[in-house]
Structure formats: structure tokens, C-alpha cells
């Protein structure tokens, strides 16, 4: 089949303006991440609502645990994505379908492992979190059954990794719509009509997630002709799946190295009590929501990084990161104004203000504080997936361990000095910390690539930098 063909079908960010592409790339992935946090939202706000803050302390004291072994899963997908798109960069139809071969495999063997592995082992992950004794049983009721479908969340992820990859970001978000409505009101019916408690909320995700990636999967296999695969494409071969484990393991554990910060941070929290963590849960949730952007564009930068690395265009690069990184600054000035006008307004879709107002004030300001630090955040997503896109994993991994060593100190040192206000600090601490890292390995990347990639390129503008450092010499003489 004719490249060109197959390209009818996915998207080429090689050729094209950078802002209009980013733009056209991101607004579906956007849109397909507002709907995830909606579903989410949703989940956090009838369990709030409906069952109280302890349950919504229940579910919120999962959340780092859950992001440990989740964020494994996701960035092994992620990772597992990036020769597909630097394939199709370079365009090797061959070697997309051979890396989506090994990525299927690779993906359906390890998460069947990490969802046995986890669902034995997190009710004792819990208690070495210092989860409080009284949420102990929901909190691990809740978390078990979202362990147990971690292959539905790899099937749905790993599917969206490579249409992504191959310039489709709107296919996974026409599934993700119809998952979100699913997971809606399964959510109201297993919670509120069954009476299943945290359980349901579980439940609920699990089928969603399932219906998400037998969605994408059915797409895949029928609508593009460059991902079906020929007799030789299906010979399982050790030397690739080395190479896409060494792209997907470094990622993954950088979401885990990432977390486990997270889970300091979240028993710092458990050990000040339930309306803590019913506050962090809530205000939790509204940042995520916030946060969708960045999440957006950063996969958006991973794509365009690996399929202009593949075309060796690096300038693009760089244009790309610039592009998005105004967009993303003027996103962050307001989200600010938003957070600092409504936050109170927004806590109250997830608390009784009447009920629990000390809640409702910690919640704010943990709200205040984060979005202050945005704009770090923002660069953190970018940069990093950039990074990755271009094939640099183990050292965006390295960030993650700066983000793990801020919220580590944060939990150790500063929460059991100044309490809640300490915590909220925690995750801008890891932002500042993870950006000092990433700007400086960015330009080292990059310059590392085009050296490798363009080296009459890089000996032709040392020429031309030195021809011009004469002329400026003689002038002045």
C-alpha cells in the first residue's frame, strides 16, 4: 500500500504551520481529557454528595496508590506509542505495523501481571499509607476493583497511544464521550439505585474504560488499512520488543518515581485526619480538571516531537514548543482568575458547605495555592513529553525522581511543621524542581540530536558563524 494512502486516514504534523497543527492536534485531545475529568467529576461528586465526606475520603486516600500503579501502565503505553510515531515520521509503514505488533503484546501481557500483582497487594499498600482506620475497608473495596481492570485501562490506553500516533487525536475521543455518558449513569444507578457504595463507583469506571477500548480497537482494525497487519509483521522478535520496553519502562517508571512522592505527600495527609483528605480528594479533582489542558498539549508535543524527530526536522521542534508554550501561558493566567474568583463555588459540587465547612476552606486553599504554580506545571507537561517524543525517556524519567524528591521533603520536613498549608505546597515544589531539570536536558537533546541527525548541517553553521565573526572583525578593524 502506498504511504501516501495510509496518511488519507491519520494526520502529518511534519509539513504545516506549528501553531495551526498544534492547535487542530490538541483541541480534540482536549476535549476528550475535559470529558475524562467530567466522568470523574461525577464519580468524586455523587459519592460526595451522596454518601458523604468519610466515603469521598474513602476513595480520595486512594488516589496516589492508584496513580503508582496506574501511571506505570499509562506510561508504559505512552511509551510503547513513540516508535510508532517516529515510524511514521520517517515513513516506514513496515516498521509502524512491527511496533504495533510488539506494543499489543507487550501491553496485554504486562498489565494481566500488574493487575494480579496489585489487586493482592493494596490493602497493605493502603495501611503502609497510614490511611485512617475508618475509611481502611471502602478505600481498599474501591481500589482492588479498579486494579482488577487495569487491562481495560491498558486495552483503551495502548489503542489511543497509537492513533495518536499516527496524527488521529479525535477517534479516541468519540469513544471516550460514549464512555463518559456509560460511566454516568452506571454511577447513579449501581450508587444510588443498587446501593453498592464506593464499589460502584469502581465498577462503573471499569466497564467505561472497557467500552473505550474495544472502541478505538474496532476502528483501528477496520478503518486503517496502514495498521493491518501481514503475516511477517506477526513474528514476535526480541531485539524490538528490547528497544520499546527500553522507551516504555523508563516512562512508566517515571509516572511511579512520580507517584511514589505522591504517596508520601498522601500519608502526610492521612496521618491529619478524614476532612483533610476529603479536602485534598475535592480540590484534587478541580486541579486535575484544570490541568486538562496541559495534558492535552503535552500529548500533543509527544506526537509532533516524534514524528518531526523522525523526519529530522528539529527545527519544527522547537517551533512547536514555542507555539505551545504561548498558548499554554495564556491558558494559565486564566485558570488563575477562575480559581481565585469561584473557588468555593466549584468546591461546593463535590461538599455541603453547611456540613463541613472547615472542608470547604482547606479546599480552597489548596486550590489557590496549585494554581498559582500553573505556568510551571504547563512547562513541566510540555518539555518532558517532548523530550520523550524524541525518543529520550530515561532522561525525562529523571524528572520524575526531582518531582519524587520535592514531595518527599515536602511530606517530611515542612507538613508536620505547618500542617495542611505545607501539603498544598507539595506539588508546586515538584513543578519548580522538575523545570530546573528539564530546560537544561531540553537543549542538551536537542543539541545531542543534531549532532547525530545533521551533522553538515551543524559543520555548515559553524562555518557560517565563523565567516561572519571575521567579517564583523575586519569591519571593526
Keep these: 500500500m502506498d504511504f501516501d494512502m495510509a496518511r488519507t486516514l491519520t494526520r502529518d504534523l511534519t509539513e504545516g504551520r506549528p501553531m495551526k497543527l498544534i492547535v487542530s492536534f490538541a483541541l480534540p485531545l482536549l476535549f476528550g481529557v475535559l470529558f475524562q475529568q467530567f466522568y470523574s467529576f461525577v464519580d468524586t461528586a455523587i459519592v460526595g454528595r451522596y454518601l458523604g465526606p468519610e466515603k469521598l475520603a474513602a476513595v480520595g486516600a486512594t488516589g ?5 500503579i496506574i501511571g506505570l501502565c499509562l506510561g508504559l503505553c505512552s511509551g510503547f506509542a513513540i516508535p510508532v510515531a517516529q515510524a511514521f515520521g520517517a515513513k516506514d509503514e513496515r516498521e509502524v505495523r512491527r511496533c504495533v505488533f510488539h506494543s499489543v503484546v507487550l501491553s496485554a501481557v504486562l498489565s494481566l501481571a500488574f493487575a494480579l500483582a496489585a489487586t493482592l497487594l493494596c490493602k497493605p499498600l493502603l495501611r503502609l499509607m497510614n490511611t485512617p482506620e475508618e475509611i481502611l475497608d471502602a478505600s481498599a473495596s474501591y481500589i482492588g476493583i479498579i486494579f482488577a481492570a487495569i487491562p481495560c485501562c491498558v486495552l483503551y490506553n495502548m489503542a489511543c497511544g497509537i492513533l495518536r500516533s499516527l496524527g488521529d487525536s479525535r477517534t479516541p475521543v468519540v469513544f471516550l464521550v460514549v464512555a463518559s455518558l456509560v460511566n454516568i449513569v452506571l454511577d447513579l444507578f449501581l450508587i444510588i439505585v443498587c446501593g453498592m457504595g464506593v464499589a460502584g463507583a469502581a465498577v462503573a469506571t471499569a466497564i467505561s474504560q472497557l467500552i473505550s477500548g474495544i472502541g478505538c ?7 486503517f488499512p496502514i495498521l493491518h497487519l501481514q503475516k511477517e509483521d506477526r513474528v514476535f522478535e526480541p531485539a524490538l520488543a528490547r528497544k520499546m520496553l527500553g522507551i516504555g519502562l523508563p516512562m512508566g517508571l517515571q509516572f511511579s518515581i512520580t507517584a511514589i512522592g505522591s504517596v508520601m505527600v498522601q500519608w502526610s495527609v492521612n496521618g491529619l485526619g478524614v476532612n483533610e483528605v476529603a479536602a485534598v480528594s475535592a480540590a484534587g479533582k478541580i486541579s486535575a480538571f484544570f490541568a486538562s489542558v496541559f495534558d492535552a498539549l503535552s500529548s500533543t508535543m509527544a506526537t509532533y516531537a516524534g514524528q518531526n524527530m523522525g523526519a529530522r526536522k528539529l527545527d519544527r521542534v522547537n517551533q512547536g514548543l514555542k507555539c505551545a508554550s504561548v498558548l499554554g501561558i495564556g491558558y494559565c493566567l486564566i485558570a488563575f482568575g477562575v480559581v481565585a474568583l469561584f473557588s468555593r463555588t466549584l468546591l461546593a459540587l463535590f461538599i455541603d458547605p453547611s456540613a463541613a465547612p472547615a472542608v ?3 479546599g480552597s486553599t489548596y486550590l489557590l495555592i496549585n494554581a498559582s504554580f500553573y505556568i510551571p506545571l504547563l512547562f513541566v507537561n510540555i518539555v518532558r513529553l517532548s523530550i520523550q517524543g ?3 525517556t530515561r532522561v525525562a524519567m529523571l524528572a520524575g525522581l526531582f518531582e519524587m524528591v520535592a514531595r518527599t521533603a515536602v511530606a517530611l520536613f515542612v507538613v508536620p511543621v505547618a500542617g495542611f498549608t505545607g501539603a498544598c505546597f507539595a506539588n508546586p515544589a515538584a ?4 523545570d530546573a531539570f528539564l530546560f537544561p536536558c531540553y537543549w542538551q537533546v536537542m543539541r545531542s540530536l543534531r549532532q547525530r541527525l545533521m551533522p553538515d548541517t551543524e559543520d555548515a553553521s559553524a562555518i557560517s558563524a565563523a565567516r561572519r565573526k571575521i567579517i564583523r572583525l575586519r569591519r571593526a578593524a
Excluded at 217 to 223: E, G, I, K, L, S
Excluded at 431 to 434: D, F, I, L, N, S
Design 64 to 68: 496516589s496508590v492508584n496513580f503508582l
Design 360 to 362: 470547604m476552606e482547606m
Design 217 to 223: 480497537v474496532m476502528v483501528m482494525v477496520r478503518r
Design 431 to 434: 513543578w519548580v524542581m522538575a
Design 390 to 392: 524524541m525518543g529520550f
